[in-house]
């Protein structure tokens, strides 16, 4: 077993702040068995149910906060501290108040039985009416926890991170080996494996969660600088000429910085997610929210050097769609950065469904209900850069392009060889600043000359336009699905 709750509210949260919210459980008419472990329970846990609520600060914020105390029957929810959670999840949710879950539990308490089993629906519709509300849900994910608490208020946070080596799944491995004559694997409903497999955003002891607590709700904080404009000097802009091929050719460059170069250097408070929630993540593909300068947002970015050794896939496109629903059900601008030499082209990636996924993903970015920005970075191939394009503004490095095809590909086709490379990219207009021209982009990020040659210098300037932008869209909010796609019209 883990820290206890008090240990955790010791830990976690600001000295003196906790107030609880807890009244006393009523059980009913129950038999004399159950009554003696209640009380056995109230003596082994010092608390006088397996669930604990109240409110506390956070690096000086009031949050709500729920957490089980597993020496209380496993951690296990009867209908009494069910009842419990659910008052606490609704007043949380009417007093505005962002809610953080700590779960530790072996699931529905057995000495109920069907009764205690069925409140998980009511649990399930508190949290997801507390979230409709726009109120960030924070989980904490404490060894161990199983069963119908797994099932139900414990994987369902906007943002999910789990204990170090923490027991998580959905049936226990005792009650697995039970029903089936031998043991479940190992190695399988462990946190380490669930951040693998995409379905927890990230694995940190309890020492860092209110670290981590306050940098998530320092970039959710809409309200912190929203009036704040960029300044003049901030607007550094390129023009005149640029060679087509030549861009195409620096766009190429693996010293040339990417995402994790931006989001290093030019944004603060970085909270990277990962994975779709549902078994997938694809390392091409970074998901994180983070602030440029006072404005908050969500990040989908291509992320090239990873693509280098692993293509974009349908996991990751399937990533980004998570990332939309998270985004809009918080009201962040999403901003995705385009920077890929092409969707993954494979049958794992065709048996994955890739072209719908493509399509699903144009679809979500065209009609998520929040403000979109789209950074073109560097290069941009195919399908796979074009799902990350629509949005409310689109912003572009003065290098970076888009093609249906990389340029090779292209005159293979027309010219069956790829020495016109060159020829096809001029003719095929795929220069941001010839997308400029004709709408498809709003602003473009000057490099002096070559993004490559001064990445820190490079960076900040993107920032600080992407930190123009974002607070714009926050004060104009987001547009409509028709008006997104308008500028495609050629």
Not at 234 to 260: F, K, L, N, Y
Not at 339 to 356: F, K, Q, R, V
Request: hydrophobic letters at 45%; one cysteine or more; glycine letters at 12%.
């Amino acid at each position: 077993m883990g820290l206890t709750s008090a240990e955790l509210i010791d830990l976690v949260l600001d000295d003196g702040t906790w107030t609880s919210w807890d009244m006393a459980p009523s059980y009913g008419d129950i038999s004399e068995a159950y009554a003696a472990d209640l009380a056995k329970a109230r003596e082994r846990a010092g608390t006088d149910e397996s669930v604990v609520t109240g409110e506390a600060r956070i690096a000086g914020r009031r949050v709500a906060v729920v957490l089980s105390e597993f020496r209380f029957l496993a951690g296990s929810i009867g209908r009494a501290s069910a009842e419990r959670l659910i008052a606490a999840v609704e007043r949380a949710t009417r007093e505005g108040l962002p809610l953080l879950a700590g779960p530790a539990s072996g699931g529905t308490r057995m000495q109920e039985g069907t009764p205690a089993f069925v409140q998980m629906v009511r649990i399930a519709e508190a949290v997801t009416r507390h979230k409709a509300a726009g109120l960030p849900y924070l989980v904490y994910l404490r060894h161990p926890t199983t069963g119908g608490v797994m099932a139900s208020w414990g994987s369902l946070g906007h943002v999910t991170v789990a204990e170090p080596e923490a027991l998580l799944g959905f049936l226990g491995p005792k009650v697995y080996e039970v029903l089936n004559g031998r043991p479940f694997p190992s190695g399988v409903q462990v946190a380490e494996n669930l951040f693998a497999h995409g379905l927890v955003d990230g694995v940190a002891p309890p020492a860092e969660l209110a670290g981590l607590v306050d940098r998530v709700l320092t970039i959710l904080d809409l309200r912190s600088n929203a009036g704040r404009a960029a300044s003049a000097s901030e607007r550094v802009e390129t023009s005149g000429q640029i060679d087509t091929w030549d861009a195409i050719t620096r766009s190429r460059r693996t010293d040339r910085p990417g995402v994790r170069a931006l989001l290093r250097i030019a944004a603060s408070d970085v909270v990277p997610l990962n994975g779709t929630g549902q078994g997938e993540r694809d390392p091409g593909l970074i998901i994180a929210l983070a602030r440029f300068g006072s404005a908050p947002c969500l990040v989908l970015a291509q992320d090239r050097r990873e693509q280098a050794h692993q293509p974009l896939g349908p996991e990751g496109l399937r990533e980004a769609q998570r990332g939309m629903k998270l985004a809009a059900g918080l009201g962040l601008p999403v901003v995705t950065v385009i920077d890929t030499p092409g969707a993954a082209l494979s049958p794992e990636a065709e048996n994955g469904g890739i072209a719908g996924e493509i399509a699903r993903t144009l679809g979500a970015l065209v009609n998520v209900e929040t403000p979109t920005l789209s950074l073109m970075l560097g290069e941009g191939n195919g399908g796979g850069a074009l799902a990350f394009l629509p949005a409310d503004r689109v912003v572009a490095a003065q290098h970076a392009w888009l093609s249906p095809l990389p340029p090779e590909g292209a005159s293979a086709i027309v010219h069956g060889d790829s020495d016109h490379a060159a020829e096809m990219a001029e003719a095929q207009r795929v220069l941001a600043v010839d997308l400029q021209q004709i709408g498809v982009v709003d602003r473009i990020v000057a490099e002096s000359p070559d993004a490559a040659d001064e990445p820190e210098e490079f960076c900040r300037r993107v920032g600080s336009i992407l930190e123009d932008e974002l607070l714009g869209l926050l004060r104009s909010g987001p547009g409509e699905p028709t008006a997104r796609a308008a500028r495609y019209t050629g």
